[in-house]
């Protein structure tokens, strides 16, 4: 098989992180599903072009995402961009008919999610959105857990995903606190959790949804000097409701003082329960509900799963699967994922069908936070 042509748009810090993973993969994956030729970058910054395809061993750069979209020797388009350049992307690779790899949230808004959906009827690539979180060890093993019926019906839960990082109203911020670009804390860390509590326990049927706008004004990152008017959350609460009966609270907050980079879950079932915190990333802990009770407690209590880094074959070869896990590790078996699927050619999950409908929960939560009231969630196709 020819080796697979890789263009990245975007090298900001997702644009880094997929490249390295495609640097790495090699040495995880021993062999790796496909061989891939790391071909052209685009950034917008032309005095920084040169640097990153040296950086990333591209063997050629642009200013412009279109050479890279329509170049015949690219097979694979990752698109590393501000939400409010997904769309034209996605939608020039679509017709291209290039496998796709696409960070969330996949579009701006929902009119954008709306017109590319409309546009899969006829696509024949690979498509994948980069929810690398599904691919620690320790949530791969909740999925299977799940799946085999440990927690039984579930009764109720709760999850976060909790930064620090606006909590200084002084702190300068760029498009990620703008509407118009597609930011906000729902989309950029709600989902996220949304996303690993949908693929776990969903779907789910209704949301109640309060935010907040900590800072109306900060300085701005991409116009030293001026300030921006901040006009999407930094802090939000939801309720969420399944058909079932299940109820449990998310939250996602970037003024969640004293957090760095606190994703966690926490779920309870009739027959058992289980919680994770990305800060203790190596471990799953599990709590079966069935173990007798007895004299000293019997058998009854939590448990720690050491999942650490022990993914199938290929893969937790390298480093050692006891070595402990880190952030980055999971964007590179996400990839391998993608890259798998690819050469087997057969649908990656998450998908971006599933992008698709996570987009559509999130401007759902959006429309309850305005109108603080209940809103009814999309259902998956």
Request: glycine share 10%; charged share 20%; hydrophobic share 40%.
């Amino acid at each position: 098989m020819k080796k697979l042509g890789v263009g990245v748009l975007g090298f900001g810090f997702m644009g880094k992180t997929h490249t390295y993973a495609h640097l790495t993969i090699p040495l995880y994956y021993q062999p790796p599903p496909i061989a891939c030729r790391l071909v052209s970058v685009c950034r917008t910054a032309s005095a920084q072009i040169e640097a990153a395809r040296e950086t990333g061993r591209f063997e050629r750069c642009t200013t412009d995402p279109r050479e890279v979209i329509e170049a015949d020797d690219i097979d694979l388009i990752h698109i590393c961009t501000p939400n409010s350049e997904h769309f034209p992307a996605l939608e020039a690779a679509i017709r291209a008919g290039k496998h796709i790899y696409v960070d969330k949230p996949v579009t701006a808004n929902l009119d954008e999610a709306d017109r590319l959906a409309a546009m899969l009827g006829d696509y024949r690539g690979t498509a994948q959105v980069a929810l690398q979180y599904r691919f620690f060890p320790a949530v791969m093993k909740a999925r299977q857990l799940i799946d085999e019926g440990f927690l039984g019906p579930v009764t109720h839960f709760r999850g976060c995903y909790l930064h620090s990082g606006s909590v200084d109203p002084g702190k300068a911020v760029n498009w990620k606190s703008t509407a118009a670009a597609g930011g906000g804390v729902i989309r950029d860390l709600g989902s996220h959790i949304l996303d690993l509590l949908n693929d776990l326990i969903g779907p789910f049927e209704a949301v109640l949804c309060t935010s907040r706008i900590w800072a109306p004004e900060r300085p701005s990152l991409d116009k030293p000097g001026t300030t921006m008017t901040i006009d999407v959350e930094d802090a939000a609460v939801m309720l969420l409701k399944s058909a079932d009966g299940a109820i449990g609270c998310v939250e996602a907050s970037k003024i969640a003082t004293g957090t760095e980079d606190e994703l966690r879950f926490e779920i309870h079932g009739r027959h058992g329960a289980m919680r994770f915190n990305l800060m203790q990333p190596n471990y799953l802990e599990i709590y079966d509900g069935r173990r007798p009770e007895g004299a000293l407690g019997g058998e009854c209590g939590w448990q720690r799963i050491a999942a650490v880094q022990k993914y199938p074959p290929p893969g937790g070869s390298f480093p050692s699967s006891k070595c402990s896990l880190g952030w980055i590790r999971s964007h590179v078996h996400s990839l391998y994922n993608l890259l798998e699927c690819i050469a087997q050619g057969r649908e990656a999950r998450p998908s971006l069908t599933d992008g698709l409908y996570l987009q559509r929960v999130l401007e759902a939560v959006r429309v309850s936070a305005d109108n603080q009231d209940w809103v009814a969630l999309p259902q998956p196709n």
